[in-house]
């Protein structure tokens, strides 16, 4: 079946600093990927969505030069965050959709647990 | 815009009992319907995929109904097991065109007591 790397699970910055996370494609390609950001007890949120070689879309209220998106290849989507603050803090993940329209569904990765102190 | 509501939020049954998970959207045009599963820390797990053409799907002991003009969807889980632990997901894509990222609910937090 589809699957979807994610990396790193966990990363622990300090405020200011820059994360970048990946999310991969291993068995298909991906035109299109989707990022959601989850606080605690809280439902996922999409944050954007990112398509191969054109600009990420972003939801409304996500800062597009804070969360920088590159979805350079149809196997590679990436989630910079920038200048990082402890608000920012919280669990990522990436989902991809397939590109022959074949996977209906979605496939997610296991998520980054972002810590900003 | 979509809202998805999911009840009860936090469920403790026993072992071996059958039980039914809940999940309602405000906005019938859909062009499916998915429920997943959240280990604590984890990614998510697809379980069931239902279009909005369709009834009901079923895997193993589980099984999901959609109800599409109503707003509801069920996911019934039969002989419950503490493996089944974990935090269930409702999420529905938008039907048409446009951006078709997931609306998800905030989960059901399900314990089964062996």
């Known amino acids: 079946g589809a699957v979807v790397s994610q990396h790193p699970s966990r990363v622990i910055c300090k405020s200011g600093t820059s994360v970048k996370i990946e999310c991969r494609s291993l068995?298909?390609?991906?035109?299109?990927m989707f990022w959601y950001r989850q606080f605690p007890k809280q439902s996922l949120m999409l944050m954007a969505t990112?398509?191969?070689?054109?600009?990420?879309?972003?939801e409304q209220g996500v800062e597009k030069d804070k969360f920088l998106i590159n979805h350079a290849s149809l196997t590679l989507s990436t989630l910079t965050v920038t200048s990082a603050h402890p608000e920012d803090s919280s669990f990522y993940i990436c989902?991809?959709?397939?590109?022959?329209?074949?996977?209906?569904?979605?496939?997610f990765g296991s998520g980054t647990r972002l810590t900003v102190v | 815009k979509q809202e998805v509501t999911q009840i009860p939020a936090a469920l403790s049954v026993p072992e071996g009992e059958n039980l039914v998970l809940n999940c309602s959207f405000t906005?019938?045009?859909?062009?499916?319907l998915q429920w997943f599963r959240q280990d604590p820390g984890k990614g998510l797990t697809s379980l069931l995929l239902?279009?909005?053409?369709?009834r009901e799907q079923t895997s193993g002991r589980l099984n999901a109904s959609l109800d599409k003009s109503s707003g509801r969807s069920t996911l019934y889980i039969a002989a419950s097991q503490p493996g089944d632990s974990a935090t269930y997901l409702c999420?529905?894509?938008?039907?048409?065109?446009?951006?078709?990222?997931?609306?998800f609910g905030k989960g059901t937090h399900l314990i089964i007591q062996p």
């Open positions: 989902s991809a959709r397939g590109q022959t329209g074949v996977h209906y569904g979605y496939t």
């Open positions: 068995d298909f390609q991906a035109t299109t």
């Open positions: 990112s398509n191969e070689g054109s600009k990420a879309t972003y």
């Open positions: 906005d019938s045009a859909i062009y499916n």
């Open positions: 239902i279009q909005s053409s369709q």
């Open positions: 999420a529905v894509r938008a039907a048409g065109g446009g951006a078709d990222g997931l609306t």
